[in-house]
Nanobody, 127 residues
Framework: QVQLVESGGGLVQAGGSLRLSCAASERTFSRYTMGWFRQAPGKEREFVAATRWSGVNIYYADYADSVKGRFTISRDNAKNTVYLQMNSLKPEDTAVYYC?????????????????WGQGTQVTVSS
């Protein structure tokens, strides 16, 4: 029912920045918790960040320890889009980044708790 399309990935030098976007084809987008996950070759898909709108101009958000202070998740409900601003990128941030959505009322961090997934966008950070 909910289709997600990621964009904004690419190649960037260490210390640089990228902004990922996830467009959702859902009129009730604002009711979903939105998350970002990433997966590097040979590794499990890991949580990056998640957010849920809880009122006008109010969001709850959570971040993996590895990205706290560097990444920021945000959303534009009018555009049905969630963003991931990534600053101070490190080579270990290299992965395919996936957008995900769930109707769960809480901000959740486990991949198996999300119902809808995008196809991913590649982020490569060179040293």
């Amino acid at each position: 029912q909910v289709q997600l399309v990621e964009s904004g990935g690419g190649l960037v030098q260490a210390g640089g920045s990228l902004r990922l976007s996830c467009a959702a084809s859902e009129r009730t987008f604002s009711r979903y918790t939105m998350g970002w996950f990433r997966q590097a070759p040979g590794k499990e898909r890991e949580f990056v960040a998640a957010t849920r709108w809880s009122g006008v101009n109010i969001y709850y958000a959570d971040y993996a320890d590895s990205v706290k202070g560097r990444f920021t998740i945000s959303r534009d409900n009018a555009k049905n889009t969630v963003y991931l601003q990534m600053n101070s990128l490190k080579p270990e941030d290299t992965a395919v980044y996936y957008c995900a959505a769930t109707a769960t009322i809480l901000v959740v961090t486990a991949a198996d708790q999300y119902d809808y997934w995008g196809q991913g966008t590649q982020v490569t950070v060179s040293s």
